[in-house]
């Protein structure tokens, strides 16, 4: 027995890390799997520099001043669509296709979808004015 334990310790790890692995691949393969949490830390490192912590913006930048990013109002300005919001964030264009303005950064290439729709999750979550 004192010979067998390594053995299935390591069969055990092994059948673990796979099943881990097989998880991973599941949830990025998968839609409706964003993750706030993670939106939360991208939103921290990448936005809140304009947007403010709590997404309230209203920071003056030059000639523009940072959008409010705070649920509901940025879902109905944008029609309820998570496509258009994800364009505003990706391509700088405004809910009619307009461009915003040219210090909005457009994320396209610089952030994954992925990471783009974790963003988004964590604002619908970022409600208090
Ligand atoms: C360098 C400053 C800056 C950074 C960094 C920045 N933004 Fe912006 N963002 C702005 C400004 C300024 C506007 C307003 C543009 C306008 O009014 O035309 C804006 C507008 C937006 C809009 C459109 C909102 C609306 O009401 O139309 C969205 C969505 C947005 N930003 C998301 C993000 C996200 C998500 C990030 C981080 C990944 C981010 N922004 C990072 C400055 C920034």
């Known amino acids: 027995m004192s010979l067998m334990f390594p053995l299935l310790r390591r069969a055990a790890l092994a059948s673990g890390a796979l099943a881990l692995m097989a998880g991973a691949a599941f949830a990025a393969g ?19 520099v304009c ?22 109002e940025l879902e109905s300005q944008y029609k309820e669509t998570d496509a258009l919001i994800l364009r505003a964030m990706l391509d700088g264009k405004d809910e009619d296709g307009e461009d915003l303005a040219k210090i909005m950064p457009r994320w396209r290439g610089k952030i994954t979808d992925a990471q783009a729709a974790d963003i988004l999750a964590y604002l619908k979550t970022v409600t208090a004015h």
């Not at 939106?39 to 936005?47: A, E, K, N, P």
């Not at 947007?51 to 509901?72: F, N, R």
Request: contains cysteine; aromatic residues 2%; proline residues 7%.
């Open 30 to 48: 998968t839609p409706g799997t964003a993750d706030p949490v993670m939106g939360q830390q991208l939103f921290r490192s990448h936005c809140a």
């Open 51 to 72: 947007h403010k912590a709590d997404a309230s913006g209203g920071v003056k930048l030059g000639d523009a001043t940072s959008a409010d990013l705070q649920a509901p």
